[in-house]
């Protein structure tokens, strides 16, 4: 088992930059799919962007361009490093970790990002 904890979050202004980081209480390395996913009040979790073992990403359409997703087995982190952003990406921010895809997986206890207009 693993234990996920997010952080980074916090207020900025439209068109600022945050980073998020999700720090695992081991090896991340067996996890071949993490990614990040966010809540906004009132809606269901996103998927926001997704990366696998070898590298591979995908993102949601609404944050392709802006938001950069990456690992570092090393120190056993992965990022969301997200630009230029938007009201709309007000949200709380949950990482995830799983072995195969279709699993539900390990989940972090999130991180508040709020984008002022």
């Known amino acids: 088992q693993v234990q996920l904890v997010e952080s980074g979050g916090g207020l900025v202004q439209a068109g600022g930059s945050l980073r998020l980081s999700c720090v695992a209480s081991?090896?991340?390395?067996?996890?071949?799919?993490m990614g990040w996913y966010r809540q906004a009040p009132g809606k269901q979790r996103e998927l926001v962007a997704t990366?696998?073992?070898?590298?591979?990403?995908n993102y949601a359409d609404s944050v392709k361009g802006r938001f950069t997703i990456s690992r570092d087995n090393a120190v056993n982190t992965m990022y969301l490093q997200m630009n230029s952003l938007k009201p709309e990406d007000t949200a709380d921010y949950y990482c995830?970790?799983?072995?195969?895809?279709?699993?539900?997986?390990?989940w972090g206890q999130g991180t508040q990002v709020t984008v002022s207009s």
């Open positions: 995830n970790a799983k072995i195969q895809y279709y699993q539900y997986g390990y």
């Open positions: 990366i696998t073992s070898g590298g591979s990403t």
């Open positions: 081991g090896s991340i390395v067996r996890y071949n799919h």
